[in-house]
């Protein structure tokens, strides 16, 4: 799986320069008599008329309206995202802005919260987004969440200009149904491709390097500049932000992947409020899976645990020095709520649908002895 970044198309235009011609002017006292007129009759055009907007759409079935008809609405959130970034210009050391990407997103309230992708925003010193209406605002960086590849900008639009799409829920999607994706693929405004739910419950890498879970795949077009679009479902709410393509040639390849609205719905808010995500977390430093790995350990295995949290509190151990001055093992968190866990990103995954205030049991192993932790999650920094 490569993350692709977003692709800047150019389209280049070639000037054409038409020769100036002058005509030779008559000799003096020579005449020039005007060109007579062509007489010309008005026949009838064979062609039939064009059908008015109304016509045209009632001729479509009943699964083409709705089609369109949820574009239409849509069309109205999607936004237009340009990254920006400062470059000095070598001879004038001018300071330059220097658009690095561009990206799609989309309307989140009428406040002007726009939502869109983190790899879309991430380098950019500054920010535009083109509504709807193609009036450009600049916008201003609320907050982000690398490791959930979404970020939060800010225009100072009229609230009117502002449209949100309704929220749907990823947690109930199934194979099989019908998904539509709007963006701004190379550029392009406001284009639409249509297909299904190809799968539910994938993994991405992050920018940020940690897996996000419960990914939507879909063989909806997804190509460079719909990142950070909307994926809607058949009812036009929002259920995902088309985020990734599988391709190994970097073109769409029939795999597209979205990060699920039900993270948007946690995370959105706290990002708006906080400017950053809340974690919840129980105050350890987790040993690196690839260290775990090699020396064959299950489960998380704890390396330290920050003094006064509630890991220290329910007495959970980390690695100590033995005697011959190696390590030795402390505890290793096995399983939580029941459900077996193999590295910190599937702690964390657990953590953060409980929420900070929540009392989770974990399941760890010491010294071969199995036992059981109720811990609370407190907010780490």
Do not use: C
């Amino acid at each position: 799986m490569r993350w692709r970044g977003l692709a800047v198309v150019a389209l280049a235009m070639t000037s054409g320069y038409a020769l100036g011609v002058s005509a030779i002017p008559p000799a003096l006292g020579t005449l020039v008599a005007p060109a007579p007129a062509v007489a010309t009759r008005t026949e009838p055009d064979p062609r039939p008329a064009a059908a008015t907007s109304d016509e045209a759409t009632s001729e479509l079935t009943a699964d083409e309206r709705r089609t369109v008809q949820i574009f239409r609405q849509a069309s109205a959130s999607v936004v237009h995202v340009a990254n920006l970034a400062l470059r000095q210009d070598l001879l004038s050391f001018d300071v330059l802005k220097i658009q690095q990407g561009t990206g799609s997103g989309f309307v989140w309230d009428t406040n002007g919260h726009i939502v869109t992708n983190f790899h879309v925003i991430d380098g950019g010193a500054t920010f535009k987004v083109r509504l709807a209406d193609q009036s450009e605002y600049p916008a201003t960086l609320v907050g982000y969440a690398a490791n959930k590849d979404l970020a939060v900008l800010k225009v100072a639009a009229p609230a009117g200009k502002l449209v949100p799409l309704p929220l749907g829920a990823s947690g109930r999607l199934r194979v099989g149904q019908t998904v539509l994706a709007v963006g701004n693929p190379f550029g392009l405004d406001h284009s639409l491709t249509v297909g299904v739910v190809s799968a539910v419950g994938r993994e991405l890498r992050s920018p940020g390097g940690r897996r996000i879970y419960d990914v939507i795949q879909t063989d909806a077009a997804i190509n460079p500049g719909n990142s950070g679009g909307p994926l809607l479902d058949s009812s036009g709410r929002l259920i995902g932000v088309n985020s990734a393509i599988y391709s190994p040639s970097g073109a769409w390849a029939g795999i597209g992947f979205a990060i699920p609205v039900d993270v948007m719905k946690r995370l959105v808010p706290q990002l708006i409020a906080h400017r950053r995500p809340i974690v919840p977390g129980i105050g350890i430093v987790a040993l690196p899976e690839s260290m775990g790995q090699r020396n064959r350990l299950e489960g998380v295995v704890v390396q330290d645990v920050i003094p006064g949290s509630p890991a220290a509190r329910s007495g959970l151990e980390g690695l100590r020095r033995g005697r011959g001055g190696g390590a030795l093992v402390g505890d290793q968190i096995v399983a939580i709520n029941g459900k077996r866990v193999q590295t910190f990103d599937d702690l964390l995954y657990v953590f953060e649908q409980e929420g900070v205030g929540a009392v989770v049991e974990l399941t760890v192993m010491r010294r071969g002895e199995k036992r059981t932790l109720r811990v609370p999650l407190v907010a780490m920094e």
